[in-house]
């Protein structure tokens, strides 16, 4: 069984600021960095730290070779991975004095995917394999159809939420990772156990992981329900948290380990990547999870 993820890939430039600034304020940041982002991309990343050989697909721009590098540093098969002219994706993103964060998107090559793309990334995986999707690239109804088409499992993290995931065949997709307000937007529920219920009822076959941010994380499928809490550390910087709980969770899937052990690790996992800077560089090597709960 393969992993395939495509998604997206963006340069975060991340700004250290007192407070997110406010419409019509003009407000001097402390720090600014240049990370390498992106949900796709942190997702996978997080998979490979976690011990999972995945496969990375979609584009970058003439700008995107620190991408490549990353990748063959931490054992990403970036075999799938195309340069195309024009701008790699990026996002602005301020983090605040309390480690919140604020992000802008500019979708440059993530938003340029075409159909032959697509099909011809597609061609090297087959049924069983799983295909793991975010909503920052475009082409993500057809990815869905042609995945499933194949018997591939798709896995879901419908972020950022907007109107095209409606687009989105929903039903074809075997497993969630979410958090409440995307759970909110697909059910139209506001409290997250009825959001989790709702989703149950709406994708019986599904299974489904609701992160609630610092009240933990919540996994549903079928009649069964866990709950795991986060585990309190003083964070600097929350951007990739839920991808590295995503990348994690979907590790602990793939090497057979039981729910609630899963959900354990990969809020661990989060926990350790809010105490660093950036997205990518954040995300912790799999020893350092396990070494950390050891010492619980
Ligand atoms: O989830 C965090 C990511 O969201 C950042 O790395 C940024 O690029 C945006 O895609």
Same mark, same amino acid.
């Given at each position: 069984?393969?992993?395939?993820?495509?998604?997206?890939?963006?340069?975060?430039?991340?700004?250290n600021v007192d407070h997110i600034v406010q419409p019509g304020e003009t407000e001097a940041s402390e720090d600014m960095n240049v990370f390498l982002g992106g949900k796709g991309i942190n997702q996978s990343?997080?998979?490979?730290?976690?011990?999972?050989q995945v496969y990375h697909g979609g584009l970058?721009?003439?700008?995107?070779?620190? /991408?490549?590098? $990353?990748?063959?540093?931490?054992?990403?098969?970036? #075999?799938?991975? &195309?340069m195309i002219k024009g701008k790699t994706g990026h996002a602005i993103i301020q983090v605040d004095k309390n480690a919140q964060n604020c992000i802008l998107l500019y979708g440059?090559?993530?938003?340029?995917?075409?159909?032959?793309?697509?099909?011809?990334?597609?061609?090297?995986?087959?049924?069983?394999?799983?295909?793991?999707?975010?909503?920052?690239?475009?082409?993500?109804?057809?990815?869905?159809?042609?995945?499933?088409a194949k018997g591939m499992q798709v896995a879901l993290n419908p972020s950022p939420f907007n109107e095209k995931l409606k687009e989105v065949d929903l039903k074809k997709v075997s497993i969630f990772l979410l958090n409440e307000v995307e759970g909110g937007q697909i059910?139209?529920?506001?409290?997250?156990?009825?959001?989790?219920?709702?989703?149950?009822?709406? /994708?019986?076959? $599904?299974?489904?992981?609701?992160?609630?941010?610092? #009240?933990?994380? &919540?996994?549903?499928?079928?009649?069964?329900?866990?709950?795991?809490?986060?585990?309190?550390?003083?964070?600097?910087?929350?951007?990739?948290a839920g991808d590295?709980?995503?990348?994690?969770?979907l590790?602990?899937?793939?090497?057979?380990?039981?729910?609630?052990?899963?959900?354990?690790?990969?809020?661990?996992?989060?926990?350790?990547?809010v105490t660093r800077n950036g997205a990518v560089q954040s995300i912790p090597l799999k020893e350092e999870v396990m070494e950390a709960l050891k010492e619980l």
């Amino acid at each position: 069984m393969k992993v395939l993820n495509i998604g997206s890939m963006n340069l975060d430039h991340v700004y250290n600021v007192d407070h997110i600034v406010q419409p019509g304020e003009t407000e001097a940041s402390e720090d600014m960095n240049v990370f390498l982002g992106g949900k796709g991309i942190n997702q996978s990343m997080a998979l490979a730290k976690a011990g999972v050989q995945v496969y990375h697909g979609g584009l970058i721009g003439e700008d995107g070779q620190p /991408f490549l590098d $990353a990748c063959k540093e931490y054992g990403v098969n970036a #075999d799938h991975i &195309k340069m195309i002219k024009g701008k790699t994706g990026h996002a602005i993103i301020q983090v605040d004095k309390n480690a919140q964060n604020c992000i802008l998107l500019y979708g440059g090559a993530n938003q340029k995917l075409t159909e032959s793309y697509v099909d011809e990334v597609l061609s090297s995986f087959e049924s069983g394999d799983i295909l793991l999707l975010q909503n920052e690239v475009n082409q993500l109804p057809y990815i869905v159809d042609r995945a499933y088409a194949k018997g591939m499992q798709v896995a879901l993290n419908p972020s950022p939420f907007n109107e095209k995931l409606k687009e989105v065949d929903l039903k074809k997709v075997s497993i969630f990772l979410l958090n409440e307000v995307e759970g909110g937007q697909i059910t139209g529920m506001t409290d997250p156990d009825d959001v989790l219920e709702k989703m149950r009822e709406m /994708f019986p076959h $599904a299974k489904i992981v609701l992160t609630l941010g610092k #009240d933990g994380a &919540k996994y549903a499928e079928g009649d069964v329900t866990y709950y795991q809490p986060v585990f309190k550390v003083q964070a600097v910087d929350t951007t990739a948290a839920g991808d590295t709980f995503t990348g994690y969770f979907l590790a602990g899937l793939i090497d057979g380990m039981d729910i609630p052990d899963i959900l354990k690790m990969s809020a661990k996992a989060s926990s350790i990547a809010v105490t660093r800077n950036g997205a990518v560089q954040s995300i912790p090597l799999k020893e350092e999870v396990m070494e950390a709960l050891k010492e619980l």
